[in-house]
């Protein structure tokens, strides 16, 4: 498999650090709202990430943090009378509510800021102690021109960083360059912790450091977050932790491009977003998932309804198709495979390999679902007038499998339970036909389409499609 590398800027061969094993962090959110369409994609992109590795034979370590120490968080706080450990908790408790609607697996360790503060502590002292960071009146900061490397990241220079840099009211670092590994308490009610520099709290960029370095060691196979972290936050990861641990951070850095509303990036700060629990008021979280894996995770995805929509409607397509050949498995004919679709069968795990070739080639999961739906294509024509249930039964089994990975088709097929009112109608219908009062059968067959009922006359039968 080829990823792009964005601190080397070109595709490169997953080479693992140990054979068969990825240990990957990614940036999780800040809790202190609902998470919007944008922070959901690094969520939903490097979920499929993982669930291909495992696909693919690897044993993947996923960490996905959750920063509960924050100033929004302290805002939020004092906005809603609150303390800034129940916001988080609140919050912790809705983003799974959400991440579990769009099918995401819960990662290995979900780490909090709060319950690792002797690690952080600990690693900034490190820090202080080999010369890299310095104490001013309780604050902490990273000496970041010690670091010769920093900027390689994010393709910036440094002497363009500085042009741009100031030093804001109340700091009292020496270089405008230096960022803060630890922040001393403003005021009583401010959430803060002992630590050898007096009270306080640390600064964001160390956390996710110290809990990549307690969870998945001092070097990792993937650090993934989304664009808006490259820089400052995974720079500054990255210049503290290689000072700290004398060692190369993380070997491969994978970042999501955003998602846009009317071609501008979404975001809280603009007040341009729309939160996951609102956009799920409309849709189900798996359309909300496909649509979030409909581009390649590089480029810019421009969110609308139109996009949405037709996002439910390819869904539609999967799941009819798996619905169709659940129900064969059950309604066909008994028996081993015809010829015709022994030959059929061997010919659509070209599909699966098509699949593998896209995702191989840095996780195309556009190109994936194209895959996918050739497969759905090629199914239905074999299915067209029929098939046997081995065949049905075999078929499903491409079609899951592919469809697990990408986190879709994780619904239960239709029931095979029929409301008697509809059961009354389809066999008035099969009267009808017997009759050849072909007049009053499509008469019923408009009647229960607009109830959302679907009728497709087989071999085995009138099968009953939910639309």
């Known amino acids: ?56 034979g ?14 929004k968080i302290i805002r939020k706080a004092k906005e809603e009378n609150s303390t800034a450990m129940e916001v988080a908790e609140k919050y912790i408790r809705e983003y799974f509510d959400d991440a579990h609607a769009l099918n995401v697996t819960d990662a290995d360790v979900h780490p909090r800021v709060s319950e690792h503060i002797r690690e952080i502590i600990d690693f900034v002292q490190t820090l202080i102690d080999k010369g ?58 401010e959430i803060a912790w002992e630590s050898p520099w007096g009270m306080g709290r640390p600064g964001w960029h160390i956390e996710c450091s110290a809990m990549a370095k307690k969870h998945l060691g001092d070097t990792i196979d993937i650090h993934a977050g989304g664009q808006d972290l490259q820089f400052p936050h995974h720079e500054n990861e990255i210049a503290q932790s290689e000072c700290c641990n004398g060692v190369p951070f993380a070997h491969y850095w994978m970042h999501n491009a955003y998602i846009t509303l009317n071609k501008e990036k979404m975001s809280k700060s603009k007040g341009n977003f729309f939160t996951v629990r609102d956009i799920r008021k409309k849709y189900d979280g798996e359309s909300i998932r496909f649509f979030l894996l409909s581009g390649q995770y590089r480029n810019p995805v421009d969110f609308s309804d139109d996009l949405m929509q037709q996002a439910e409607r390819s869904l539609d397509r999967m799941r009819n198709c798996r619905d169709n050949l659940v129900y064969l498995a059950k309604s066909g004919v008994g028996g081993a495979l015809t010829a015709e679709e022994e030959r059929e069968l061997a010919d659509l795990d070209r599909y699966r390999q098509k699949f593998c070739d896209v995702m191989d080639d840095d996780l195309n999961t556009a190109d994936a679902l194209t895959a996918i739906f ?91 499609i939910r639309d």
Not at 10 to 32: A, D, N, S, W
Not at 59 to 71: A, E, G, I, L, S
Request: hydrophobic letters at 35%.
């Open 132 to 189: 890299y960071a310095y104490e001013a009146d309780g604050d902490v900061y990273f000496s970041t021109r010690k670091f010769p490397e920093y900027g390689e990241l994010s393709g910036q220079n440094i002497d363009d960083l500085e042009s741009g840099a100031r030093i804001a009211v109340g700091e009292v670092k020496k270089d405008p360059l230096d960022f803060a590994l630890w922040k001393a308490r403003k005021e009583e009610s």
């Open 374 to 464: 050739e497969l759905v294509s090629a199914i239905n024509k074999a299915v067209e007038n029929g098939a046997t249930k081995a065949f049905a039964e075999a078929a499903l089994k491409p079609l899951t499998e592919l469809t697990g990975i990408m986190g879709l088709l994780q619904d239960q097929p239709a029931d095979d339970a029929v409301d008697p009112a509809v059961q009354k109608l389809v066999d008035e219908r099969q009267e009808a036909r017997k009759a050849k009062n072909f007049a009053r059968a499509d008469e019923i067959r408009d009647q229960l389409k607009a109830m959302g009922i679907t009728l497709k006359d087989t071999p085995q039968g009138v099968q009953i």
């Open 58 to 71: 690897y044993q993947v370590k996923y960490v996905q943090n959750f920063t509960d120490v924050d100033d």
């Open 1 to 56: 498999m080829k990823i792009y590398n964005t601190l080397t800027r070109k595709k490169e061969e997953l080479v693992p650090i140990e054979e068969g094993k990825i240990r990957m962090y990614v940036c999780g959110p800040t809790v202190y709202n609902y998470f919007h369409i944008g922070n959901a994609r690094p969520i939903v992109v490097f979920d499929t990430m993982r669930k291909y590795l495992i696909y693919r």
